[in-house]
Each structure stands twice: as C-alpha cells, then as structure tokens.
C-alpha cells in the first residue's frame, strides 16, 4: 500500500507477501516483470513466457525461505539463473556434458529468429552475447541491462565479489572481440543504447 505518498520497498511488498497479503506479492513480481522478461528473451525467446512463470513460481515457493541478505531483485535473477541453467541442461543433448561457462547459447540451443529484430542494434549485441558462454551473458546483461552491482552479481553466482570482477572483465573483453569494438568504454555505449 501507498502511504504518505511513499511508494513500499521490496522488502515491505515481501513481508506482507509473507503474511498472507497475495496482492503484495503479485505488486513485488509485477515491478520486477519486464526485466525478467528481458532477461530470458536475449537467452531462450521462444520459452521466454514458460521461464518467466517458472521463475515466479519459484519465487512464490521460496518466498519463506529468501533471508533478505541482498536485494529481492538480486534473489529474483539468482531463481532465474537457476531456471535458465536448469531448462538449458533439458534441452542438451542427452548424454553430452554442459559446461555454462564455456558453452553459449547458441551452441546449446538452437531457435531461429528473435522478437528483438525491431531493434538492428540491439539485435547485433544479443547475437553477440548469444556467443558468449552462458555465465558471461548472463553476468554481462544483468550488470548492464538489470543494473546489479558487483556485489549483488557475486551473490547470483554464489562467488566473492573479485572474482565476478574477473569475470566480468572477461565477458566484456569477449564481447568487444564479437563486435569488434576497439576500447574499452565503446561496449558500456553499446550497451547502454541496446536495452
């Protein structure tokens, strides 16, 4: 609820959630939609809709669980990491081993076309990053395009926050090679327009 024309944290949506209020938690799933959304849409397009909604599912069954020690956007990217990962190992190949930081999406699925093609530049970015293992698209899109810190990055990856440095600087460097960027600001502006 609004009060004092304040509009409620998260944090406040999720502990009424919590309490039995359904109505708070479908406002907290709601803010967070179109980046979810997002999210899956540059990775798996045609099963974006069914990832989404397993992921607010996920999120409905863990809601008790979530101890509030990084942001619910952060603990929401961390349910749809986990479902991404989960719904790409079922559609490899039985048999072969997966490996997400070295294999990239396109290597493990292989859907034509793109709802982003309204958008040339966009679309050249996530052609790009469909060619980066599925770790670095994942790490890449959620510190430029869902904003999340490094800090809150390390917690979706479950490492300390140097090593999502690291790795994030490798993501970029392999980006700017796909695109064929020169610098190293050239891709933020990238980037930054393709959202």
């Known amino acids: 609820m609004v009060s004092c024309g304040s509009v409620d944290t998260d944090f406040d949506l999720l502990d009424r959630w919590r309490a039995g209020e359904a109505a708070a938690g479908e406002q907290l799933l709601e803010?967070?939609?179109?980046?979810?959304?997002?999210?899956?849409?540059?990775?798996?397009d045609r099963d974006a809709d069914d990832l989404v909604q397993r992921t607010?599912?996920?999120?409905?069954?863990?809601?008790?669980?979530?101890?509030?020690?990084s942001s619910f956007r952060t603990f929401l990217f961390?349910?749809?990491?986990n479902e991404l990962l989960h719904h790409l190992r079922s559609r490899h190949r039985e048999g072969q081993r997966i490996d997400?930081?070295?294999?990239?999406?396109?290597?493990?699925?292989?859907t034509p076309g793109t709802r982003?093609?309204?958008?040339?530049?966009?679309?050249?970015?996530?052609?790009?990053?469909?060619?980066?293992?599925?770790?670095?698209?994942?790490?890449?899109?959620?510190?430029?395009w869902q904003e999340l810190d490094i800090q809150a990055i390390s917690d979706v990856f479950e490492i300390d926050p140097g090593a999502a440095r690291v790795?994030?600087?490798?993501?970029?460097?392999k980006?700017?090679?796909?695109?064929?960027?020169?610098?190293?600001?050239?891709?933020?502006?990238?980037?930054?327009?393709?959202r």
């Open 78 to 81: 961390a349910v749809a990491r």
């Open 175 to 194: 980006l700017r090679e796909l695109l064929a960027l020169p610098g190293n600001d050239d891709d933020e502006a990238v980037l930054a327009a393709s």
């Open 116 to 144: 982003l093609a309204n958008n040339a530049e966009r679309l050249r970015v996530v052609e790009a990053l469909r060619q980066l293992p599925v770790d670095q698209q994942t790490l890449i899109e959620l510190f430029y």
């Open 31 to 44: 803010r967070h939609f179109d980046a979810l959304c997002g999210f899956f849409e540059s990775k798996c």
């Open 56 to 69: 607010m599912l996920a999120c409905v069954k863990n809601k008790d669980k979530f101890r509030k020690d």
């Open 167 to 173: 790795r994030l600087h490798r993501a970029r460097k």
């Open 100 to 110: 997400f930081t070295t294999n990239s999406v396109a290597e493990i699925v292989t």
